[in-house]
């Protein structure tokens, strides 16, 4: 792409990121990172890393509106994010060692199994089901923000895309309640996940300034959508997203893998 446009895109991928991280929690990350590398064939070491600042500030400004509305579940949040923080402070570290090609496919594989959950979540749930009554169980909230965080920190991401889905199917908590506390405890994983990709050399701050830029104007759309729209909805919409974004993914890191363009 051409000096001349991509700050354009990058600025279209940070609005886009913005509404998803605003509307199913996620930090926008999961969507950033595989929209670089389709879009602007950015190398894997930036699409890791530089999307962190936008994520923070986007979950500071979706978590912030959550909470004027009350949908933020704090006891949740205290369970899970000493957990989560400490994953993604390892998996951030374990990029070291690790091929960034190896983490490309890895990214495909868990934005497939996120935006699978979520559909498969959507056929079984109505508008009229009670969610959210399930007591909060230490030895199940903490070894899932644990390994949320290694993931969010070996690939970059708030860790949303795998807290809103377990919380939602392993604790049974309900889609807007798991939304709204997911991106609290994606702004507190953000700060150590930037730092540490920060010291390995994995941000390019041309790009993280564009991305934080259009994040700002996204992230107040998704959450306005998710406090508006039905439950269902939120669920169909997000893992219909999630899986278009990892089909599309897994064609671009075939076809890295055989050669091709």
Not at 129 to 148: D, I, N, Q, Y
Request: hydrophobic fraction near 50%.
């Amino acid at each position: 792409m051409s000096n001349i446009h991509w700050p354009l895109a990058t600025l279209a991928i940070g609005v886009i990121s913005g509404i998803s991280s605003g509307a199913f929690g996620i930090g926008g990350g999961v969507v950033s990172k595989p929209l670089l590398r389709l879009i602007l064939h950015a190398s894997p070491g930036y699409v890791i890393g530089s999307p962190i600042p936008a994520q923070f500030l986007g979950a500071i400004l979706g978590s912030t509106s959550y909470y004027r509305r009350g949908m933020i579940n704090w006891k949740l949040v205290r369970q899970a994010a000493p957990l989560a923080i400490a994953g993604t402070i390892l998996g951030a570290y374990s990029t070291r060692f690790v091929r960034h090609s190896y983490l490309m496919v890895l990214l495909v594989l868990v934005v497939m199994w996120a935006g699978g959950r979520m559909m498969s979540k959507a056929l079984r749930t109505t508008d009229q089901e009670e969610e959210g009554s399930a007591p909060l169980l230490v030895r199940k909230t903490c070894p899932t923000a644990f390994v949320a965080g290694l993931l969010a920190g070996l690939l970059g991401l708030g860790g949303g895309f795998v807290m809103v889905p377990a919380f939602s199917v392993l604790l049974k908590r309900e889609i807007k309640e798991c939304i709204a506390s997911s991106l609290a405890i994606v702004a507190l994983t953000a700060i150590p996940n930037g730092v540490t990709h920060w010291i390995l050399g994995h941000i390019n701050w041309q790009l993280a300034l564009f991305l934080l830029l259009g994040q700002l104007t996204g992230v107040w759309f998704g959450t306005v959508f998710t406090v508006k729209s039905s439950r269902r909805l939120v669920y169909i919409l997000f893992g219909v997203f999630l899986v278009t974004v990892s089909l599309a993914l897994a064609r671009l890191e075939i076809r890295t893998l055989l050669g091709g363009s």
